[in-house]
């Protein structure tokens, strides 16, 4: 059996050897995501405000937990690595437009049997909620970075 030896005289520096890394933002928003996710949701559907009539084990959880699980920690770790390369006014811009269109997604997955908002819920809650749940959570993240 033949084996492969480096030569003696090579004037390159062997590579180093690439190891994963991760950053603690990486983990820690992503998580942070879920835990503020699943207890707004259960604070607001508690008290009546909407509920999820489509949802994964509903005989077990009151939520959405796909949604609170997947798709918000998701979309908030790739918001943040967005927002990471603009400038002041851009940011804001791109949070109050993002808050726009996920209040108007919320309404459209209304539509589609997702959600039931009560009688007292206004569309512009979700606007402020999700533009206060971004920029909080954009605090985070560059305080943890």
Known sequence: ?????????????????????YKREHIAIPLLAVIIGTYLDLYFVSIGMYSFPKRLF???FTINIAFTLIILPVFTYLM??????????????????????????????????????????????????Y?????????CFKWIK
């Open 131 to 139: 533009l206060f749940y971004m920029f909080g959570m954009w605090r």
């Open 80 to 129: 943040m690595i967005i927002i990471m390369k603009m400038n002041l006014v851009q940011r804001w811009s791109f949070l109050v437009l993002t808050s726009i269109v996920i209040a108007c997604i919320e309404r459209l997955s209304e539509s589609y049997g997702f959600f039931i908002h009560s009688d007292q819920w206004k569309h512009i809650y979700s606007f402020f909620g």
């Open 58 to 60: 509903p005989e077990i």
């Open 1 to 21: 059996m033949n084996t492969a030896k480096p030569l003696k005289n090579l004037s390159s520096p062997p590579l180093p050897k690439k190891r994963f890394s």
